[in-house]
T-cell receptor, first 112, second 114 residues
């Protein structure tokens, strides 16, 4: 079975803090994705990476950056957390060229 | 922009009845569709998928129907069980097979009444 894990299930940070969200997959997937999920808005793509050290902006990249130094790990960085970044963050991965994405359990981030 | 939408935001069904969850899509170029199930506090879980060259696909207790004429997708769950209670949402691949992005619907919450 594909396993996608995220470093934290719940996280509380203060405004202005730098926040790191980590995602690891164990299926040698080339592509990895970061989404945020908000009530009434569904899943919105923040960034994706199609291979190591490669990244592409999604629909809402402002206020975020990413890092993909190893194939199995994709990190989402909030350089200076703001309250409007309070959300559920979901990581996903898939094989290059495949359609189905496999999701992690999510990190619920609260910025106070 | 074009997006995937859902007809019903909430659905309550009696245990043992069949459930039907609907999804409308607007991009006629989409050739792949997925249904995900998301239980409270968990990440989305793949249920079933279908390509645009098919109009029906069956899994275990689930069936997905695709009507390309009206750009409509539905998920049917047979003999709904309490464990089926979750948010269900569809996703489409608007840029063709293998492209990077999926477009997700907002979700329908299914509540099963014991």
């Amino acid at each position: 079975d594909v396993k996608v894990t995220q470093s934290s299930r719940y996280l509380v940070k203060r405004t202005g803090e730098k926040v790191f969200l980590e995602c690891v997959q164990d299926m040698d997937h080339e592509n990895m994705f970061w989404y945020r999920q908000d009530p009434g808005l569904g899943l919105r793509l923040i960034y994706f990476s199609y291979d190591v050290k490669m990244k592409e902006k999604g629909d809402i990249p402002e206020g975020y950056s990413v890092s993909r130094e190893k194939k199995e790990r994709f990190s989402l960085i909030l350089e200076s957390a703001s309250t409007n970044q309070t959300s559920m963050y979901l990581c996903a991965s898939r094989h290059q060229g495949a359609d189905e994405q496999y999701f992690g359990p999510g990190t619920r981030l609260t910025v106070t | 922009g074009e997006s995937v939408g859902l007809h019903l935001p909430t659905l309550s069904v009696q245990e043992g009845d069949n459930s039907i969850i609907n999804c409308a899509y607007s991009n006629s170029a989409s050739d792949y569709f997925i249904w995900y199930k998301q239980e409270s506090g968990k990440g989305p879980q793949f249920i079933i998928d279908i390509r645009s060259n098919m109009d029906k696909r069956q899994g275990q207790r689930v069936t997905v129907l695709l009507n390309k004429t009206v750009k409509h997708l539905s998920l049917q769950i047979a003999a709904t069980q309490p464990g089926d209670s979750a948010v269900y949402f569809c996703a489409e691949n608007p840029s063709g097979a293998g492209s990077y992005q999926l477009t997700f619907g907002k979700g329908t919450k299914l509540s099963v009444i014991p």
